[in-house]
């Protein structure tokens, strides 16, 4: 790896600046924490609060980077090899909104999965694009959504060859990856650019035993989140761009214009220093967290009831690759929903999750586990599987995913329509105006536009019952919702 990769401009710059301890006449105005209540300024720390700045001329500005801002981005984007990296204080969301809108305008065909983050089809309402659905493959066995298929996006690109671009999820939140290469080199034939929703998988780009990363398979635009798997603080991203179908500069003042103007110099520092981790000592340190992974997994699928799916899942036209640090732990054999094993993990180990749902729970194994939590995550489980209630209520949980509903307006036109508030159980054949998901992973279940069914409307309730976090309407107790109105001929 490069000598340069070892330095940290942004962070080496905010740093000087503050022990220099210069004589503020600027925001922000606890000034280095001195006027912020004691109780917190005591629990952050006096280093924290030093660099929590702002864009004053020797720290450069985020929104026109000339000087350790974009030496910072140069060096991630040697790191991320990417001709630009915008950094984002505004998480992935902020960086999908970014490469949407960077090619998309109103009436514009954008090809996307339906299993997207809400995110993604908030940038659709705000661009005024057009989304073409794909479907994504769903598991049948694990109740959960992979990716899309090569055959599945040659239909589409055939069908809209017209299309702005083609989003693609990669790996998903689960670490199943479809076949990015040949997806790139199928879109790219229509010059069609492709944008990767990349929030879980920072780390893949830096070793060889995970998923092929968004620009090693020579995709346009990736959104990543740093935050989530490569050691930066919550809400710090990165938009990497190759140039050619799409315009660096282009994305630049659209980035701008999303992002506030306040940005946080922790987070951005807490960027230029993760990426300086995974770039020189990122290989060796996942080395690692594959080998704690995998033999978790293996400990896990010795214990009875409980099963953690490994590379047996690839083969189908979806599942191409594998991130093997997500551990997706099918409990459904126990008789106990997804929730109920989070929610028994919490009470009884101080276990937290990364999610669960009605079958399923995930654990992220990351650059900051260790061989001792691991152990106790398998004598947590082993402990559950072996309880004598479980064996007793031991029945094998069906798996049910319901049908994609159909899209009858556009989201925007359904967003921006005149509509009514009907109760839950009326709604079904109405047109729905608003968004609903189960957070995390915050998969729309409806999107705006959609045509209501019973069996989503039963799905719904399922998720409910079963304690999942499901958001989304005005009308948190789910007892009506916001549809589109019906003008009926007057009598
Ligand atoms: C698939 C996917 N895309 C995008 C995002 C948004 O990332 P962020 O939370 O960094 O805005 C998430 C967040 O969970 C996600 O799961």
New binding site residues.
């Given amino acids: 790896m490069l000598q340069r990769q070892h330095l940290t401009p942004l962070f080496t710059g905010v740093r000087k600046h503050a022990e220099k301890q210069p004589i503020q006449f600027h925001i922000p105005g606890h000034k280095q924490g001195k006027g912020m209540d004691p109780a917190f300024r005591d629990f952050i720390g006096d280093n924290a609060l030093s660099i929590d700045l702002i864009n004053i001329q020797p720290l450069d500005d985020l929104h026109h980077p000339h000087g350790i801002i974009k030496e910072a981005q140069d060096l991630a984007a040697e790191a991320f090899g990417a001709d630009h990296t915008f950094f984002s204080v505004q998480?992935?969301?902020g960086a999908?909104m970014t490469m949407i809108m960077a090619v998309c305008g109103p009436g514009d065909k954008i090809i996307v999965p339906r299993n997207v983050?809400k995110?993604i089809m908030s940038a659709i309402i705000f661009s005024g694009a057009t989304p073409i659905f794909i479907h994504p493959e769903v598991d049948p066995e694990l109740g959960i959504s992979h990716g899309i298929t090569t055959e599945a996006v040659e239909k589409a690109l055939k069908a809209h060859p017209e299309a702005k671009g083609l989003l693609v999820?990669n790996p998903t939140?689960f670490g199943i990856a479809g076949n990015l290469k040949e997806i790139v080199t199928i879109a790219h034939s229509y010059s069609i650019p492709v944008l990767v929703?990349e929030?879980?998988g920072v780390h893949i780009h830096f070793h060889e035993q995970l998923p092929m990363s968004a620009m090693q398979a020579g995709a346009d635009m990736a959104a990543t989140?740093v935050?989530?798997l490569g050691g930066s603080m919550t809400q710090s991203?990165v938009l990497n761009v190759k140039e050619g179908l799409v315009s660096a500069k282009r994305v630049q003042s659209i980035i701008s214009m999303l992002t506030t103007t306040s940005t946080s110099y922790l987070l951005l520092s807490s960027l230029d220093t993760a990426r300086k981790r995974l770039a020189t000592e990122g290989h060796e340190l996942l080395t690692e967290v594959i080998k704690l992974a995998e033999s978790t997994r293996a400990r896990i699928n010795d214990i009875e009831l409980l099963s953690c799916v490994g590379r047996e899942i690839l083969g189908t036209k979806a599942t191409y690759d594998l991130d093997p640090t997500k551990l997706i732990i099918s409990v459904k054999e126990l008789g106990m929903s997804g929730y109920e094993v989070e929610t028994w993990l919490r009470e009884h180990y101080h276990i937290e999750v990364e999610l669960s749902d009605l079958y399923n729970i995930l654990c992220l194994v990351t650059i900051g586990d260790t061989e001792e939590k691991m152990d106790i995550l398998v004598e947590a489980l082993t402990a559950l599987a072996s309880m004598p209630t479980v064996r007793l209520q031991q029945r094998h949980n069906q798996v049910v995913v319901p049908d994609i509903p159909t899209l009858a307006l556009s989201p925007r036109d359904a967003f921006y329509a005149e509509t009514e508030v009907i109760p839950f159980q009326q709604s079904a054949g109405r047109i729905i105006a608003e968004f609903i998901m189960v957070y995390?992973?915050?998969i729309p279940i409806f999107i705006p536009g959609e045509i209501i069914t019973e069996e989503n409307l039963t799905y719904i309730e399922k998720n409910i019952k079963a304690g999942l976090p499901v958001q989304g309407p005005e009308d948190e107790t789910f007892q009506t919702l916001r549809v589109i109105k019906e003008h009926h001929a007057i009598q």
């Fill in positions: 998480g992935t969301s999908i983050h995110s999820i939140y929703d929030a879980h989140s935050h989530k991203s995390p992973p915050g």
